[in-house]
Protein backbone atom coordinates (compact mmCIF):
# COMPACT_ATOMS: atom_id res chain seq x y z
CA UNK A 1 0.00 0.00 0.00
CA UNK A 2 1.29 3.53 -0.61
CA UNK A 3 2.52 5.90 2.20
CA UNK A 4 -0.55 8.16 1.25
CA UNK A 5 -3.04 5.53 1.22
CA UNK A 6 -1.56 3.84 4.59
CA UNK A 7 -1.97 7.55 5.84
CA UNK A 8 -5.53 7.69 4.27
CA UNK A 9 -6.64 4.51 5.63
CA UNK A 10 -5.81 5.85 9.50
CA UNK A 11 -7.23 8.98 8.79
CA UNK A 12 -10.48 6.91 7.84
CA UNK A 13 -10.24 4.87 10.60
CA UNK A 14 -9.57 7.60 12.92
CA UNK A 15 -12.73 9.22 11.86
CA UNK A 16 -14.98 6.33 12.27
CA UNK A 17 -15.46 6.83 15.71
CA UNK A 18 -15.46 4.88 19.20
CA UNK A 19 -15.05 1.40 17.60
CA UNK A 20 -12.01 2.90 15.58
CA UNK A 21 -9.51 1.85 18.66
CA UNK A 22 -10.19 -1.82 17.92
CA UNK A 23 -9.67 -1.58 13.87
CA UNK A 24 -6.45 1.18 14.17
CA UNK A 25 -4.67 -1.48 16.86
CA UNK A 26 -5.46 -4.41 14.47
CA UNK A 27 -5.25 -2.62 10.83
CA UNK A 28 -4.04 -5.44 8.22
CA UNK A 29 -0.91 -4.97 6.58
CA UNK A 30 -2.45 -5.68 2.82
CA UNK A 31 -4.95 -4.86 0.81
CA UNK A 32 -8.86 -5.30 2.04
CA UNK A 33 -9.98 -8.85 1.05
CA UNK A 34 -13.63 -7.48 -0.03
CA UNK A 35 -14.29 -3.62 -0.79
CA UNK A 36 -18.61 -3.17 -1.25
CA UNK A 37 -19.50 0.26 -3.06
CA UNK A 38 -23.04 1.35 -2.90
CA UNK A 39 -25.05 3.34 -0.40
CA UNK A 40 -23.79 1.91 2.91
CA UNK A 41 -26.82 2.65 5.54
CA UNK A 42 -24.46 1.35 8.67
CA UNK A 43 -26.81 1.23 11.36
CA UNK A 44 -23.95 3.11 13.35
CA UNK A 45 -25.78 6.96 15.00
CA UNK A 46 -22.05 8.12 15.02
CA UNK A 47 -21.63 7.90 11.05
CA UNK A 48 -25.32 6.49 9.46
CA UNK A 49 -24.03 6.61 6.00
CA UNK A 50 -20.93 5.96 3.89
CA UNK A 51 -20.44 5.33 -0.06
CA UNK A 52 -18.18 2.32 0.62
CA UNK A 53 -16.62 -0.16 3.06
CA UNK A 54 -13.59 -2.50 3.23
CA UNK A 55 -13.15 -6.03 4.69
CA UNK A 56 -9.92 -7.88 6.23
CA UNK A 57 -10.50 -11.31 7.36
CA UNK A 58 -14.21 -11.47 8.80
CA UNK A 59 -14.09 -7.78 9.96
CA UNK A 60 -14.88 -4.45 8.71
CA UNK A 61 -11.84 -2.16 8.88
CA UNK A 62 -12.72 0.58 7.00
CA UNK A 63 -16.14 3.19 6.11
CA UNK A 64 -15.61 6.26 2.76
CA UNK A 65 -16.37 7.45 0.25
CA UNK A 66 -15.63 4.99 -3.22
CA UNK A 67 -12.51 7.27 -3.97
CA UNK A 68 -11.41 6.44 -0.05
CA UNK A 69 -12.37 2.63 -0.66
CA UNK A 70 -10.68 2.00 -3.86
CA UNK A 71 -7.18 3.09 -2.69
CA UNK A 72 -7.52 -0.10 -0.12
CA UNK A 73 -7.82 -2.46 -2.69
CA UNK A 74 -5.25 -4.67 -4.41
CA UNK A 75 -5.22 -7.05 -7.44
CA UNK A 76 -7.02 -9.73 -5.63
CA UNK A 77 -9.83 -7.91 -3.81
CA UNK A 78 -12.88 -9.11 -4.22
CA UNK A 79 -15.79 -5.97 -5.35
CA UNK A 80 -18.77 -6.11 -4.48
CA UNK A 81 -20.89 -3.31 -6.20
CA UNK A 82 -24.37 -1.94 -4.53
CA UNK A 83 -25.33 -0.05 -8.07
CA UNK A 84 -28.72 2.01 -6.91
CA UNK A 85 -29.32 -0.15 -4.04
CA UNK A 86 -28.35 -0.36 -0.69
CA UNK A 87 -26.03 -1.91 1.39
CA UNK A 88 -26.93 -2.65 5.16
CA UNK A 89 -25.66 -4.80 8.29
CA UNK A 90 -26.94 -8.66 7.56
CA UNK A 91 -30.24 -9.17 8.28
CA UNK A 92 -30.89 -11.26 11.70
CA UNK A 93 -33.41 -12.96 12.32
CA UNK A 94 -34.49 -12.87 16.10
CA UNK A 95 -37.23 -16.17 15.91
CA UNK A 96 -37.78 -18.70 13.88
CA UNK A 97 -37.69 -22.92 13.13
CA UNK A 98 -35.12 -23.18 11.09
CA UNK A 99 -34.28 -27.22 11.00
CA UNK A 100 -38.13 -27.28 10.58
CA UNK A 101 -37.62 -24.74 7.67
CA UNK A 102 -35.20 -26.75 6.18
CA UNK A 103 -37.25 -30.16 6.93
CA UNK A 104 -40.73 -27.80 5.64
CA UNK A 105 -38.21 -27.40 1.94
CA UNK A 106 -38.68 -30.61 0.80
CA UNK A 107 -42.41 -31.64 1.99
CA UNK A 108 -45.36 -31.39 1.44
CA UNK A 109 -46.54 -27.38 0.82
CA UNK A 110 -50.26 -26.39 1.35
CA UNK A 111 -49.72 -23.18 2.57
CA UNK A 112 -51.30 -22.05 -1.39
CA UNK A 113 -54.26 -23.78 -1.37
CA UNK A 114 -57.17 -21.42 -1.34
CA UNK A 115 -59.49 -23.77 -0.77
CA UNK A 116 -60.61 -27.50 0.82
CA UNK A 117 -60.68 -29.25 -2.62
CA UNK A 118 -56.79 -27.52 -3.45
CA UNK A 119 -55.63 -28.83 -0.09
CA UNK A 120 -56.28 -32.25 -0.72
CA UNK A 121 -55.21 -32.36 -4.12
CA UNK A 122 -52.21 -31.35 -3.04
CA UNK A 123 -50.84 -33.82 -0.27
CA UNK A 124 -52.76 -36.35 -2.51
CA UNK A 125 -50.03 -35.51 -5.52
CA UNK A 126 -47.20 -35.56 -2.87
CA UNK A 127 -48.25 -38.80 -1.33
CA UNK A 128 -48.42 -40.52 -4.57
CA UNK A 129 -44.79 -40.78 -4.67
CA UNK A 130 -44.54 -41.79 -0.76
CA UNK A 131 -43.51 -45.36 0.12
CA UNK A 132 -46.43 -47.35 1.77
CA UNK A 133 -45.82 -46.63 5.85
CA UNK A 134 -43.55 -43.28 5.14
CA UNK A 135 -44.39 -40.71 7.43
CA UNK A 136 -45.60 -37.80 6.30
CA UNK A 137 -45.10 -34.16 7.87
CA UNK A 138 -45.58 -31.08 6.88
CA UNK A 139 -48.01 -28.68 5.73
CA UNK A 140 -48.35 -24.75 6.15
CA UNK A 141 -52.12 -24.61 5.76
CA UNK A 142 -54.07 -22.13 6.84
CA UNK A 143 -57.60 -22.69 6.83
CA UNK A 144 -58.44 -18.65 6.91
CA UNK A 145 -57.76 -18.94 3.33
CA UNK A 146 -61.10 -21.07 2.93
CA UNK A 147 -64.26 -19.77 2.01
CA UNK A 148 -66.15 -19.30 5.72
CA UNK A 149 -63.12 -20.97 7.19
CA UNK A 150 -63.71 -24.34 8.58
CA UNK A 151 -61.02 -26.36 9.99
CA UNK A 152 -59.79 -29.74 7.79
CA UNK A 153 -61.36 -33.19 8.98
CA UNK A 154 -59.43 -36.20 8.67
CA UNK A 155 -62.06 -37.81 6.83
CA UNK A 156 -61.22 -35.36 4.34
CA UNK A 157 -57.65 -37.17 3.62
CA UNK A 158 -57.87 -40.79 4.69
CA UNK A 159 -58.84 -41.78 1.47
CA UNK A 160 -56.08 -40.25 -0.22
CA UNK A 161 -53.65 -41.46 2.29
CA UNK A 162 -54.49 -44.63 3.49
CA UNK A 163 -51.36 -46.02 3.39
CA UNK A 164 -49.40 -43.67 5.08
CA UNK A 165 -49.64 -41.60 8.68
CA UNK A 166 -50.13 -38.09 8.01
CA UNK A 167 -49.53 -34.94 10.00
CA UNK A 168 -50.07 -31.45 8.95
CA UNK A 169 -49.67 -28.37 10.80
CA UNK A 170 -51.23 -25.20 10.45
CA UNK A 171 -48.86 -22.83 9.63
CA UNK A 172 -48.76 -21.34 12.90
CA UNK A 173 -47.65 -24.78 14.46
CA UNK A 174 -50.12 -24.40 17.04
CA UNK A 175 -52.74 -27.28 15.57
CA UNK A 176 -52.20 -30.04 13.14
CA UNK A 177 -54.63 -32.45 11.64
CA UNK A 178 -53.89 -35.99 12.09
CA UNK A 179 -55.22 -38.70 9.87
CA UNK A 180 -56.88 -41.47 11.00
CA UNK A 181 -53.62 -43.96 10.53
CA UNK A 182 -51.68 -41.72 12.63
CA UNK A 183 -54.03 -41.28 15.21
CA UNK A 184 -54.15 -44.87 15.15
CA UNK A 185 -50.24 -45.05 16.25
CA UNK A 186 -50.58 -42.50 18.38
CA UNK A 187 -53.59 -44.54 20.20
CA UNK A 188 -55.51 -41.92 20.44
CA UNK A 189 -59.69 -42.62 19.67
CA UNK A 190 -62.72 -41.21 21.02
CA UNK A 191 -62.59 -42.64 24.23
CA UNK A 192 -58.96 -40.17 24.98
CA UNK A 193 -59.41 -37.43 27.33
CA UNK A 194 -58.49 -34.07 26.73
CA UNK A 195 -54.60 -33.09 27.40
CA UNK A 196 -53.57 -30.32 29.42
CA UNK A 197 -52.69 -27.66 27.51
CA UNK A 198 -54.19 -29.01 24.09
CA UNK A 199 -57.30 -29.50 22.73
CA UNK A 200 -58.89 -32.26 21.01
CA UNK A 201 -61.17 -31.29 18.59
CA UNK A 202 -64.39 -33.56 18.49
CA UNK A 203 -67.49 -33.21 16.40
CA UNK A 204 -69.84 -31.11 18.21
CA UNK A 205 -72.99 -33.79 16.61
CA UNK A 206 -71.01 -37.36 16.69
CA UNK A 207 -68.18 -36.91 19.14
CA UNK A 208 -65.64 -38.14 16.94
CA UNK A 209 -62.40 -37.03 16.44
CA UNK A 210 -61.76 -34.88 13.73
CA UNK A 211 -58.00 -35.14 13.56
CA UNK A 212 -57.69 -31.85 14.32
CA UNK A 213 -55.33 -31.52 17.87
CA UNK A 214 -54.34 -28.00 19.63
CA UNK A 215 -50.71 -27.53 21.16
CA UNK A 216 -49.93 -29.96 23.62
CA UNK A 217 -52.63 -32.30 22.34
CA UNK A 218 -49.99 -32.89 19.07
CA UNK A 219 -47.39 -34.49 21.61
CA UNK A 220 -48.73 -37.76 21.56
CA UNK A 221 -48.62 -38.22 17.32
CA UNK A 222 -45.00 -36.09 17.45
CA UNK A 223 -44.12 -39.07 19.81
CA UNK A 224 -44.57 -41.88 17.46
CA UNK A 225 -43.07 -39.78 14.52
CA UNK A 226 -39.56 -41.39 13.86
CA UNK A 227 -36.76 -39.30 14.50
CA UNK A 228 -34.85 -38.19 11.44
CA UNK A 229 -31.00 -39.36 11.03
CA UNK A 230 -28.26 -37.38 11.48
CA UNK A 231 -27.83 -37.33 7.87
CA UNK A 232 -31.38 -36.11 6.68
CA UNK A 233 -31.01 -33.27 9.88
CA UNK A 234 -27.50 -31.92 7.83
CA UNK A 235 -29.28 -32.29 4.55
CA UNK A 236 -32.36 -29.86 6.63
CA UNK A 237 -30.26 -27.91 7.63
CA UNK A 238 -28.11 -27.05 4.40
CA UNK A 239 -31.10 -26.57 2.58
CA UNK A 240 -32.12 -24.02 5.31
CA UNK A 241 -29.25 -22.41 5.12
CA UNK A 242 -28.88 -22.20 0.96
CA UNK A 243 -32.91 -20.48 1.30
CA UNK A 244 -31.68 -18.16 4.48
CA UNK A 245 -28.68 -16.60 2.68
CA UNK A 246 -30.87 -15.81 -0.73
CA UNK A 247 -32.79 -13.45 1.72
CA UNK A 248 -29.87 -11.76 3.21
CA UNK A 249 -30.35 -13.51 6.51
CA UNK A 250 -26.78 -13.65 8.05
CA UNK A 251 -27.63 -14.90 11.77
CA UNK A 252 -30.94 -16.13 13.35
CA UNK A 253 -32.26 -17.37 16.49
CA UNK A 254 -33.67 -20.57 16.82
CA UNK A 255 -36.07 -20.98 19.11
CA UNK A 256 -37.66 -24.39 20.60
CA UNK A 257 -34.92 -26.67 19.28
CA UNK A 258 -34.48 -29.58 20.54
CA UNK A 259 -31.36 -30.75 21.86
CA UNK A 260 -31.02 -33.49 19.46
CA UNK A 261 -30.29 -31.09 16.89
CA UNK A 262 -27.49 -28.72 18.13
CA UNK A 263 -25.13 -31.91 16.78
CA UNK A 264 -25.87 -30.73 13.29
CA UNK A 265 -24.87 -27.03 13.66
CA UNK A 266 -21.33 -28.17 15.41
CA UNK A 267 -20.85 -30.73 12.33
CA UNK A 268 -21.66 -27.79 9.86
CA UNK A 269 -19.38 -25.57 11.75
CA UNK A 270 -16.55 -27.77 11.61
CA UNK A 271 -17.00 -28.73 7.68
CA UNK A 272 -17.25 -24.31 7.20
CA UNK A 273 -20.83 -24.93 5.96
CA UNK A 274 -22.67 -23.02 8.28
CA UNK A 275 -23.19 -19.98 5.96
CA UNK A 276 -25.57 -18.29 8.92
CA UNK A 277 -24.84 -17.66 12.91
CA UNK A 278 -26.97 -19.70 15.26
CA UNK A 279 -28.01 -19.14 18.29
CA UNK A 280 -30.00 -21.75 19.68
CA UNK A 281 -32.90 -21.70 22.51
CA UNK A 282 -33.61 -24.97 23.60
CA UNK A 283 -36.94 -26.12 25.20
CA UNK A 284 -37.24 -24.21 29.01
CA UNK A 285 -38.32 -27.60 30.42
CA UNK A 286 -34.89 -29.14 29.57
CA UNK A 287 -33.30 -26.63 30.88
CA UNK A 288 -30.70 -28.88 33.42
CA UNK A 289 -29.57 -30.59 30.67
CA UNK A 290 -29.14 -27.65 28.65
CA UNK A 291 -27.01 -26.33 31.71
CA UNK A 292 -25.08 -29.51 31.63
CA UNK A 293 -24.33 -29.05 27.80
CA UNK A 294 -22.97 -25.65 28.27
CA UNK A 295 -20.91 -27.08 31.17
CA UNK A 296 -19.39 -29.16 29.29
CA UNK A 297 -18.95 -27.95 25.70
CA UNK A 298 -19.35 -24.38 26.70
CA UNK A 299 -21.04 -21.48 25.31
CA UNK A 300 -19.79 -21.86 21.51
CA UNK A 301 -19.10 -18.38 19.88
CA UNK A 302 -20.66 -16.00 17.19
CA UNK A 303 -21.05 -19.33 15.40
CA UNK A 304 -23.02 -21.31 16.90
CA UNK A 305 -23.85 -20.00 20.21
CA UNK A 306 -25.84 -21.77 23.09
CA UNK A 307 -28.51 -18.77 23.67
CA UNK A 308 -30.65 -20.45 26.48
CA UNK A 309 -34.01 -21.50 26.55
CA UNK A 310 -37.58 -20.94 25.57
CA UNK A 311 -40.86 -21.79 27.11
CA UNK A 312 -44.70 -21.37 25.83
CA UNK A 313 -46.89 -19.56 27.85
CA UNK A 314 -50.01 -19.68 25.56
CA UNK A 315 -51.03 -21.07 22.04
CA UNK A 316 -51.56 -18.64 18.95
CA UNK A 317 -54.26 -15.99 17.76
CA UNK A 318 -55.06 -18.37 14.78
CA UNK A 319 -55.74 -21.36 16.74
CA UNK A 320 -58.20 -19.71 19.37
CA UNK A 321 -55.42 -20.63 21.85
CA UNK A 322 -54.01 -17.48 22.55
CA UNK A 323 -54.20 -16.21 26.08
CA UNK A 324 -56.83 -13.45 26.84
CA UNK A 325 -58.75 -11.88 30.25
CA UNK A 326 -62.20 -11.67 27.95
CA UNK A 327 -63.39 -14.75 25.42
CA UNK A 328 -63.04 -14.92 22.20
CA UNK A 329 -65.91 -12.84 20.13
CA UNK A 330 -66.21 -15.70 17.78
CA UNK A 331 -66.26 -18.51 20.13
CA UNK A 332 -67.22 -16.87 23.28
CA UNK A 333 -66.54 -20.30 25.20
CA UNK A 334 -62.83 -19.55 25.69
CA UNK A 335 -60.58 -16.95 26.75
CA UNK A 336 -57.49 -19.33 25.49
CA UNK A 337 -55.40 -22.17 26.68
CA UNK A 338 -52.27 -21.49 29.44
CA UNK A 339 -50.29 -23.77 27.91
CA UNK A 340 -47.60 -24.27 30.86
CA UNK A 341 -48.38 -23.55 34.82
CA UNK A 342 -47.73 -20.64 35.93
CA UNK A 343 -46.12 -22.35 38.71
CA UNK A 344 -43.87 -24.73 36.68
CA UNK A 345 -43.04 -21.47 34.26
CA UNK A 346 -41.86 -19.45 37.36
CA UNK A 347 -39.78 -22.49 38.84
CA UNK A 348 -38.49 -23.26 35.40
CA UNK A 349 -37.38 -19.40 34.43
CA UNK A 350 -36.31 -19.24 37.97
CA UNK A 351 -33.90 -22.50 37.35
CA UNK A 352 -32.78 -21.31 34.53
CA UNK A 353 -31.99 -17.91 35.05
CA UNK A 354 -29.95 -18.62 37.98
CA UNK A 355 -28.31 -21.14 35.86
CA UNK A 356 -26.72 -18.21 33.16
CA UNK A 357 -29.44 -19.27 30.93
CA UNK A 358 -30.96 -16.48 29.14
CA UNK A 359 -34.27 -17.06 28.63
CA UNK A 360 -37.25 -16.27 26.06
CA UNK A 361 -40.88 -16.89 26.57
CA UNK A 362 -43.58 -17.14 23.80
CA UNK A 363 -47.10 -14.85 24.55
CA UNK A 364 -48.99 -13.92 22.21
CA UNK A 365 -52.77 -13.09 24.22
CA UNK A 366 -53.03 -9.80 26.75
CA UNK A 367 -53.32 -12.25 29.31
CA UNK A 368 -50.21 -14.69 28.98
CA UNK A 369 -48.37 -11.54 28.30
CA UNK A 370 -49.41 -9.78 31.54
CA UNK A 371 -48.75 -12.72 33.66
CA UNK A 372 -44.96 -13.51 32.10
CA UNK A 373 -44.21 -9.91 32.08
CA UNK A 374 -44.75 -10.65 36.04
CA UNK A 375 -43.35 -13.87 36.24
CA UNK A 376 -40.25 -11.83 34.67
CA UNK A 377 -40.08 -8.98 37.02
CA UNK A 378 -40.71 -11.42 40.63
CA UNK A 379 -37.66 -13.78 38.96
CA UNK A 380 -35.49 -10.57 38.60
CA UNK A 381 -36.32 -8.77 41.86
CA UNK A 382 -35.49 -12.27 43.72
CA UNK A 383 -32.63 -12.94 42.37
CA UNK A 384 -31.14 -9.69 41.51
CA UNK A 385 -29.95 -7.21 39.34
CA UNK A 386 -27.82 -8.83 36.63
CA UNK A 387 -27.58 -8.64 32.64
CA UNK A 388 -30.50 -10.91 31.77
CA UNK A 389 -32.00 -10.00 28.76
CA UNK A 390 -35.25 -11.72 29.48
CA UNK A 391 -37.49 -11.70 25.54
CA UNK A 392 -41.21 -12.21 25.40
CA UNK A 393 -41.20 -13.76 21.56
CA UNK A 394 -44.31 -12.24 19.79
CA UNK A 395 -46.06 -9.79 22.60
CA UNK A 396 -48.58 -9.71 20.25
CA UNK A 397 -51.40 -8.37 22.07
CA UNK A 398 -51.10 -6.25 24.88
CA UNK A 399 -53.02 -3.94 27.31
CA UNK A 400 -52.04 -0.55 27.31
CA UNK A 401 -50.60 -0.79 30.76
CA UNK A 402 -48.25 -3.76 30.00
CA UNK A 403 -46.70 -1.99 27.21
CA UNK A 404 -44.49 0.47 29.39
CA UNK A 405 -43.62 -2.15 31.07
CA UNK A 406 -40.59 -4.16 28.26
CA UNK A 407 -38.77 -0.90 28.53
CA UNK A 408 -39.29 -0.36 32.43
CA UNK A 409 -38.99 -4.39 33.19
CA UNK A 410 -35.61 -4.14 30.26
CA UNK A 411 -37.33 -6.78 28.42
CA UNK A 412 -36.90 -7.23 24.73
CA UNK A 413 -40.04 -7.22 22.13
CA UNK A 414 -39.40 -10.25 19.97
CA UNK A 415 -41.75 -9.93 16.91
CA UNK A 416 -42.42 -10.97 13.70
CA UNK A 417 -44.02 -8.03 11.98
CA UNK A 418 -45.67 -10.47 8.85
CA UNK A 419 -48.40 -11.91 11.12
CA UNK A 420 -49.24 -8.49 11.37
CA UNK A 421 -50.16 -8.41 7.67
CA UNK A 422 -51.56 -12.07 8.25
CA UNK A 423 -53.44 -12.05 11.23
CA UNK A 424 -54.89 -8.25 10.44
CA UNK A 425 -57.12 -10.06 7.78
CA UNK A 426 -59.42 -11.61 10.39
CA UNK A 427 -58.22 -10.65 13.84
CA UNK A 428 -60.55 -8.65 14.93
CA UNK A 429 -63.84 -11.24 13.91
CA UNK A 430 -61.75 -13.08 17.11
CA UNK A 431 -61.00 -10.38 19.20
CA UNK A 432 -63.39 -7.55 18.16
CA UNK A 433 -62.40 -3.54 17.64
CA UNK A 434 -61.25 -2.92 20.99
CA UNK A 435 -58.44 -5.36 21.33
CA UNK A 436 -57.03 -4.86 17.87
CA UNK A 437 -56.30 -1.39 18.90
CA UNK A 438 -53.35 -2.22 20.78
CA UNK A 439 -52.29 -5.16 18.72
CA UNK A 440 -48.62 -5.63 17.17
CA UNK A 441 -47.31 -2.09 18.90
CA UNK A 442 -43.95 -1.36 17.42
CA UNK A 443 -44.38 2.26 16.99
CA UNK A 444 -46.18 2.79 20.92
CA UNK A 445 -43.22 -0.16 22.49
CA UNK A 446 -40.57 2.54 20.32
CA UNK A 447 -41.87 5.10 21.88
CA UNK A 448 -42.04 3.79 25.10
CA UNK A 449 -38.17 3.18 25.17
CA UNK A 450 -38.54 -1.01 24.46
CA UNK A 451 -36.10 -2.69 22.56
CA UNK A 452 -37.92 -4.15 19.52
CA UNK A 453 -36.31 -7.63 17.78
CA UNK A 454 -37.74 -8.24 14.39
CA UNK A 455 -37.66 -12.08 12.87
CA UNK A 456 -39.81 -13.90 11.04
CA UNK A 457 -41.24 -16.73 12.95
CA UNK A 458 -40.30 -18.77 10.04
CA UNK A 459 -41.82 -21.80 8.69
CA UNK A 460 -45.35 -20.29 10.47
CA UNK A 461 -44.34 -16.88 8.15
CA UNK A 462 -42.09 -16.97 4.60
CA UNK A 463 -38.47 -15.81 6.36
CA UNK A 464 -37.77 -13.04 4.03
CA UNK A 465 -36.59 -10.07 6.18
CA UNK A 466 -37.93 -7.17 3.57
CA UNK A 467 -41.29 -8.72 3.68
CA UNK A 468 -41.16 -7.93 7.44
CA UNK A 469 -40.19 -4.47 6.65
CA UNK A 470 -42.75 -3.71 4.19
CA UNK A 471 -45.18 -5.42 6.81
CA UNK A 472 -43.56 -3.37 9.63
CA UNK A 473 -43.93 0.28 7.54
CA UNK A 474 -47.25 -0.11 5.63
CA UNK A 475 -49.24 -2.68 7.86
CA UNK A 476 -50.95 -3.54 5.14
CA UNK A 477 -52.83 -6.98 4.97
CA UNK A 478 -52.40 -9.46 2.94
CA UNK A 479 -55.99 -9.46 1.64
CA UNK A 480 -55.80 -6.11 0.31
CA UNK A 481 -58.04 -4.57 2.54
CA UNK A 482 -56.42 -1.97 4.52
CA UNK A 483 -54.01 0.02 1.79
CA UNK A 484 -53.50 2.77 4.86
CA UNK A 485 -52.36 -0.07 7.09
CA UNK A 486 -54.32 -2.01 10.03
CA UNK A 487 -54.22 -0.14 13.13
CA UNK A 488 -52.18 2.30 11.32
CA UNK A 489 -50.77 4.45 14.05
CA UNK A 490 -48.61 1.74 14.83
CA UNK A 491 -46.31 1.86 11.76
CA UNK A 492 -42.96 2.50 11.53
CA UNK A 493 -40.14 4.00 9.70
CA UNK A 494 -37.80 1.89 7.56
CA UNK A 495 -34.78 2.40 9.07
CA UNK A 496 -37.16 1.72 12.70
CA UNK A 497 -37.88 -1.43 11.09
CA UNK A 498 -33.84 -1.92 9.67
CA UNK A 499 -32.97 -1.52 13.32
CA UNK A 500 -35.29 -4.40 14.87
CA UNK A 501 -33.62 -6.83 11.91
CA UNK A 502 -30.36 -5.87 12.92
CA UNK A 503 -28.76 -4.17 16.67
CA UNK A 504 -32.04 -4.76 17.88
CA UNK A 505 -31.45 -8.43 17.29
CA UNK A 506 -27.42 -8.31 18.10
CA UNK A 507 -28.43 -7.08 21.30
CA UNK A 508 -31.26 -10.05 21.77
CA UNK A 509 -27.97 -12.34 21.74
CA UNK A 510 -25.63 -10.16 23.67
CA UNK A 511 -23.63 -8.97 20.38
CA UNK A 512 -24.31 -5.73 20.11
CA UNK A 513 -20.59 -5.13 20.25
CA UNK A 514 -19.56 -6.93 17.37
CA UNK A 515 -22.60 -7.31 15.11
CA UNK A 516 -25.49 -5.64 14.07
CA UNK A 517 -23.81 -2.04 12.75
CA UNK A 518 -21.41 -1.88 9.89
CA UNK A 519 -18.62 0.28 11.88
CA UNK A 520 -14.68 -0.82 12.03
CA UNK A 521 -14.05 -3.63 14.35
CA UNK A 522 -17.58 -5.05 13.62
CA UNK A 523 -18.30 -8.58 12.18
CA UNK A 524 -18.47 -8.53 8.47
CA UNK A 525 -22.47 -9.55 7.91
CA UNK A 526 -23.74 -7.41 5.49
CA UNK A 527 -26.48 -7.46 2.49
CA UNK A 528 -26.70 -5.67 -0.72
CA UNK A 529 -30.09 -4.79 -2.07
CA UNK A 530 -31.42 -3.83 -5.61
CA UNK A 531 -33.02 -0.82 -4.10
CA UNK A 532 -32.88 1.59 -1.64
CA UNK A 533 -35.72 1.25 0.81
CA UNK A 534 -35.05 4.33 2.16
CA UNK A 535 -36.10 6.09 -1.27
CA UNK A 536 -38.75 4.18 -2.48
CA UNK A 537 -42.33 4.12 -2.03
CA UNK A 538 -42.95 2.08 1.11
CA UNK A 539 -45.17 -0.27 -1.09
CA UNK A 540 -42.44 -1.29 -3.39
CA UNK A 541 -40.51 -2.75 -0.43
CA UNK A 542 -42.23 -5.83 -0.85
CA UNK A 543 -40.62 -5.79 -4.64
CA UNK A 544 -36.99 -5.70 -3.15
CA UNK A 545 -34.52 -7.73 -3.48
CA UNK A 546 -31.30 -9.32 -1.92
CA UNK A 547 -28.51 -9.39 -4.66
CA UNK A 548 -25.85 -10.17 -2.51
CA UNK A 549 -25.09 -12.08 1.19
CA UNK A 550 -22.16 -11.56 3.25
CA UNK A 551 -21.33 -13.50 6.40
CA UNK A 552 -17.64 -12.87 7.78
CA UNK A 553 -16.70 -11.30 4.77
CA UNK A 554 -17.69 -14.12 2.92
CA UNK A 555 -19.98 -13.52 0.11
CA UNK A 556 -22.17 -16.42 0.61
CA UNK A 557 -24.81 -15.40 -2.12
CA UNK A 558 -25.26 -13.46 -4.93
CA UNK A 559 -28.31 -13.08 -6.94
CA UNK A 560 -29.69 -10.87 -9.64
ZN1 LIG B 1 -42.24 -19.53 16.68
Not at 72 to 87: E, H, K, M
Not at 99 to 106: N, S
Not at 278 to 306: C, K, M, Q
Amino acid sequence: MPFSAALRRLALVALAGLASCRAASDAPAGPADLVVYGRVWTGDSARPWAGALAVSGDTVTALGDSAEIAELAGPDTRVLSGGDGLVTPGFMDGHLHFMDGGFQLASVDLRPSNTPAEFIERLAAYTSERKPGEWIVGGEWDHERWPDAPLPRRDWIDSVTPDNPVLLYRLDGHMALANSAALRLARIDRSTRDIPGGVIVRDRRTGELTGILKDEAMDPVQDVIPSPTEAQRDAALQRALTHAASHGVTAFAHVSVPLAELGAYLRAREAGTLTARAALYFPIEDWRRVADTVARIGRGDDRVWIGGVKGYMDGSLGSTTALFYEPYEDEPTTTGVLTTLEDSMRAWIGGADSAGLQVVVHAIGERANGLLLSIFDSVARAHGEKDRRFRVEHAQHLRREDIRRFAALGVTASMQPYHAIDDGRWAEKRIGPERIKTTYVFRSLLDRGAILAFGSDWTVAPIEPLLGIHAAVTRRTLDGKHPDGWVPQEKISVEEALRAYTSGNAYGVFAEDRRGKLAPGYLADLVVLDRDLTRIPAEEIERAAVTATVVGGRVVYTGR
